[in-house]
């Protein structure tokens, strides 16, 4: 199956502060996706991306994929944006294979 | 509109006991999935099915069976539990359609399970 790199592996930011998270992909995609997994475990739907770029709130992403990545951008960020972000991806199927999470702490 | 309902949200078995974990979707998509989180990971699939009737295996397959008999339902067998099936588990679904090209997954709010 496709593999999925996500980086970095943890990010500690100030709150107010913006950042960007990366998510490297081996293979043509024609579904690739965004979760937030918050402290309760729930796995939250950011964004469908298979390409382009999509905007909700203070949250945004962008797919380049003929280069095989994709980033996820967040803004002004909250503590309530704490919790391990995931990026899924698939090529030909409809099996996602999950990258290992980036790991996001927002300090008050 | 539910979504993916997984029940239930925990449970604690004994080695060798056996138990079923349940997902249902109303969305009526022909796709759905199991997965497992472990400790630092990702997802990894066990198994998946791609309509009713036809199910196939994931990455990590072993110690787990599964049916599709209905669109809403796609049970997740445990035979004989084992420590190393504790784990977090989410079932999935979407839509299936290749035609619109719209495949995006929809999870459940997931199972702990732990296995003494």
């Known amino acids: 199956g496709i593999q999925v790199e996500q980086s970095p592996p943890d990010l500690i930011l100030q709150e107010g502060a913006n950042s960007t998270l990366r998510c490297n992909f081996s293979?043509?995609?024609?579904?690739l996706q965004w979760f937030h997994q918050n402290p309760w475990g729930q796995l939250i739907n950011l964004f469908y991306i298979p390409s382009g770029t999509k905007q909700n709130g203070r949250l945004s992403a962008t797919t380049v994929a003929t280069e095989r990545y994709s980033l996820l951008y967040i803004s002004s960020s909250q503590t309530t944006d704490s919790g391990v972000y995931f990026c899924a991806a698939t090529s030909n199927d409809y099996k996602l294979s999950f990258g290992a999470g980036t790991t996001v702490t927002v300090r008050a | 509109n539910a979504g993916v309902t997984q029940t239930p949200k925990f449970q604690v078995l004994k080695t060798g006991q056996s138990m079923t974990l349940q997902c249902a979707q109303d969305?009526?998509?022909?796709?759905m999935s199991w997965y497992r989180q472990d400790p630092g990971m990702g997802l990894r699939l066990i198994h998946y099915?791609?309509?009713?009737?036809?199910?196939d295996q994931g990455e990590v397959p072993n110690g787990y069976n599964v049916s599709r008999s209905t669109t809403e339902d796609f049970p997740l067998r445990l035979l004989s539990a084992a420590p190393s099936q504790t784990s977090v588990y989410f079932c999935?679904?979407?839509?299936?359609?290749?035609?619109?090209?719209?495949?995006?997954?929809?999870f459940g709010q997931g199972t702990r399970l732990t296995v003494v």
């Open positions: 099915s791609v309509g009713a009737g036809i199910t």
């Open positions: 999935a679904s979407s839509r299936g359609d290749r035609r619109t090209v719209d495949t995006e997954a929809f």
């Open positions: 293979d043509s995609v024609n579904n």
């Open positions: 969305m009526n998509h022909e796709y």
